[in-house]
């Protein structure tokens, strides 16, 4: 991003009320199959998809009892056939927890940087095309332009079927073909962008970039002031794409898994 200057700036900007905020509507907004409190954490149960819907996320709680807790979590993924995944999010200081689950063999896999901004007007918002469309024509543009497989496209359908938050099936068009698409959904007063994906022959030509402000601004006229979304570490492409539209960080987070997942 711009600075550590600039990063420590935003990050004083949000309390952990906000960023807490964010995680439940980023959690609401990509829904599992099932969800359950267990102590500390909320178990995720969803079926492979990704790990966001497929993992116990550590909440800022009482830290007795870890190791318990732990142990809890891993019966209930054997329960249902899923290997244990730990997700920790760094603003509820799991420090002591991450410690646990390193002493059982998880490593850190995907860091992950959740950022945010807030939702402003574009000047060029009239120079390109934005569409909204259908489900299913969406699912056929993201499923050819992913080159997913059948059970991932599937799982995917499943997953986006379950949102219940107010969605917004967004494409850009150029020369009358849809280039890339995006899914905006909203929950509350926040927009998370997911799913942004471009036709790998006409990527590189700043599609994404005007896509993602197309669906900030529909998303205003659904009560959105708010925007975030998630990139993992290190992709330094995304990032500068992300910072050029005013995105900050917000926090971060990563995944513990077993050893039978590496």
């Known amino acids: 991003m711009n600075s550590d200057n600039t990063n420590s700036e935003s990050e004083e900007r949000l309390t ?9 509507a980023s959690l609401t907004s990509w829904p599992a199959i099932s969800s359950e409190r267990l ?35 891993e ?8 290997p244990p995944v730990f997700r920790l999010p760094d603003f509820t200081q799991p420090d002591e927890v991450d410690d646990s689950l390193a002493q ?7 860091p992950t940087l959740v950022l945010t901004c807030p939702i402003r007007e574009f000047s060029d918002e009239l120079d390109y095309q934005i569409e909204q469309m259908g489900k299913a024509q969406w699912f056929e543009l993201f499923g050819r332009f992913g080159a997913l497989s059948a059970p991932k496209k599937n799982a995917h359908n499943e997953l986006v079927g379950r949102m219940s938050g107010r969605r917004i099936f967004a ?3 150029d020369n009358h073909d849809v280039v890339a698409v995006a ?15 471009t036709n790998p022959t006409r990527r590189n030509e700043g599609f994404g970039t005007r ?25 330094e492409a995304a990032l500068c794409v992300y910072e ?3 995105f900050d960080l917000a926090y971060r987070y990563w995944y513990r898994v077993a050893p039978i997942l590496r």
């Open 16 to 24: 952990n009320g906000m960023r807490l905020d964010i995680e439940n």
């Open 39 to 73: 102590g500390s954490w909320i178990l995720r149960i969803g079926d492979g998809y990704s790990k966001r819907a497929n993992s116990a996320t550590y909440t800022a709680g009482t830290q007795t009892d870890i190791n318990r807790q732990i142990v809890e979590c």
């Open 75 to 82: 019966r209930r993924f054997r329960l249902y056939g899923l």
């Open 104 to 110: 059982r063999d998880y490593a850190i896999v995907d």
């Open 171 to 173: 494409g850009i068009v």
């Open 183 to 197: 899914l905006g959904v909203v929950e509350g007063r926040f927009l998370g962008i997911f799913d942004v994906i």
């Open 211 to 235: 896509l993602i402000k197309g669906v900030m601004q529909a998303s205003k006229a659904l009560g959105a002031d708010w925007t975030y979304l998630q990139v993992v570490e290190g992709n």
């Open 244 to 246: 050029s539209l005013g």
